[in-house]
């Protein structure tokens, strides 16, 4: 009797977690759903066919202004992925949410990358080893025709690699999401774009100085114009990378003599050699030895310069300065996930050894404690106010790296800890501070009398919500269990998700997901 009770109130306590964590992501996913709609509605405008977000918004009237340039625009392309993320990995679980949201979620992301093309543009530009005519690049400010960004104007600043980075990625994300072979054709064609920034002049050794330049018109190499790049670049490696795959890329570099050079490679590893390539540069140049988190640029002179002419101009390298500026949450974000991405498919101890260094120090060095209502939280960087900084899309690209640190199941603690405490305060925020569906971006102090947001600000929280709803799912799953019924332990104790004492024995109920002894159980 003593022994059945023991298993009874154990069986109970697991169940009792797992509940919590089943209940914690659909609170997660209902907040990023709401998050969500409430940006779509206070910060876009138009229609399907020529729809644009605005900047800045008031929480409490119609007041806009904008349009919004297309870097923000990007994080409410992000925020669909991540949210069309989580509905397919809880939609067992919670198939009403998931018939509700996915369809009109999906149908609005289609429109958000349809209407890209009011920033596309196209020229002619002359690079380190080629002088090629691109059809597909995205300019900063938004155009009011289709296809007619202006990413030549002001001395090719215009356009910035970064830019193309953080699209390419997304439009990965949508490919996988939806099958549009267009959104992966784009992702490579960006992609393109940006390796052909990479500065591949070498120095008196015959090494390149590598590197990517902020944009075409800049001489300065940033770790927001490296870092972006490297998880994509693998994540195109794994799409690509098939049995019968054939050499098919033209690459063109400059050799040991400088000379410019070119030969036809296999693309999946054309894109992973460049994601090890830019891994190694950014770590080398731009990693502060002491903090371990990483330096926001190398500056150079404005000037661009070059060599040759007529058909055979070309741009020349222009010598940088060492690493400067503020050590912000993205850069060492980027470079974490990317360490992930290279640890999963190469295996290599050195990236394993960097995915946990940089967890740890990203949590210590970015985050600090903090006392609200009794409570100690861990608050990320913020900004003095929602019109100046960007602080709020910064962090969520570290806490989606923590993500992917944690479903890597890399042994270290820190990506949990710091997933829990993105958890936590915007869970206070949600439950003091929510004006209009909408948060502060100070989580844990509010609006401090303040009406403006951008919906920036607001994707960047909604795609967290829905990337932490995936991570607790994921906790709930690690103690499931598949069985056939005969391998099931003799139980009389059966509940279902709810909570609820099942009628039947493992024999009787039909095929579902069941607690079982503590554990989720998906009888077959």
């Known amino acids: 009797m003593k022994k059945r009770l023991f298993f009874i109130i154990c069986s109970l306590a697991s169940w009792a977690t797992l509940s919590a964590q089943l209940q914690q992501a659909e609170q997660d996913l209902q907040r990023a759903i709401a998050i969500l709609d409430a940006t779509m509605e206070r910060s876009f405008r138009g229609t399907n066919t020529n729809y644009y977000m605005v900047d800045v918004c008031d929480v409490t009237n119609t007041d806009v202004s904008g349009p919004s340039d297309v870097w923000p625009y990007t994080a409410a392309i992000e925020a669909h992925c991540s949210v069309l993320e989580a509905l397919k990995a809880l939609k067992d679980d919670l198939p009403l949410l998931y018939a509700s949201s996915y369809d009109r979620c999906e149908q609005r992301l289609k429109v958000l990358i349809d209407n890209l093309d009011y920033y596309r543009g196209s020229y002619t530009l002359t690079s380190y080893a080629t002088r090629k005519t691109w059809t597909t690049v995205y300019a900063v400010p938004r155009a009011s025709v289709r296809g007619r960004g202006d990413v030549t ?5 215009k356009n910035v690699y970064d830019d193309q980075m953080w699209l390419a990625r997304e439009l990965i994300r949508a490919y996988r999401l939806t099958g549009e072979k267009q959104f992966l054709s784009t992702a490579m064609s960006l992609t393109d774009y ?64 400088n000379q410019v050079v070119s030969e036809v490679v296999k693309p999946s ?47 020349a390298h222009v010598a940088t300065g060492g690493p400067t500026g503020t050590a912000y949450t993205y850069n060492t974000g980027t470079m974490l996930a990317g360490a992930v991405e290279l640890w999963r498919t190469t295996g290599s101890d050195e990236y394993l050894s960097d995915v946990t260094d940089l967890a740890h120090y990203a949590y210590t060095g970015f985050s600090r404690p903090v006392r609200k209502d009794g409570v100690t939280y861990r608050e990320w960087p913020t900004d003095a106010s929602p019109l100046q900084g960007f602080n709020a899309w910064f962090d969520n690209v570290l806490m989606r790296a923590y993500a992917d640190a944690d479903a890597a199941e890399v042994e270290t603690s820190y990506p949990a800890l710091a997933l829990q405490s993105f958890e936590t305060n915007l869970d206070y925020a949600y439950d003091h501070y929510l004006r209009s569906g909408m948060l502060p971006i100070n989580l844990l102090n509010g609006w401090n009398d303040g009406n403006k947001t951008k919906g920036f600000h607001q994707a960047s929280f909604a795609s967290e919500y829905a990337l932490l709803a995936i991570w607790r799912y994921r906790q709930a799953q690690s103690s499931s269990i598949s069985l056939h019924r005969q391998d099931l332990p003799s139980c009389d104790h059966i509940y279902t998700l709810s909570g609820q004492p099942a009628c039947g024995t493992p024999d009787s109920l039909p095929g579902g997901i069941y607690i079982i002894q503590g554990r989720k159980v998906a009888l077959k």
């Open 153 to 157: 104007g002001d001395n090719l600043k």
């Open 269 to 315: 590893e054309h894109y992973i050699d460049f994601a090890k390539r830019i891994y190694a540069w950014q770590k080398r140049t731009l990693r502060n030895a002491g903090t371990h988190l990483y330096w926001d640029m190398m500056g150079a002179d404005g000037t661009l310069s070059y060599v040759g002419s007529g058909a055979q101009r070309r741009r």
């Open 194 to 257: 940006v390796l052909d920034g990479w500065d591949c002049w070498r120095d008196d050794q015959g090494e390149e100085y590598g590197g990517i330049t902020w944009g075409p018109g800049y001489n300065s190499k940033h770790a927001c114009s490296n870092g972006p790049i490297i998880q994509p670049l693998v994540w195109l490696h794994d799409i690509l990378s098939v049995p019968d795959e054939q050499p098919s890329f033209t690459y063109y570099y400059r050799n040991a003599e």
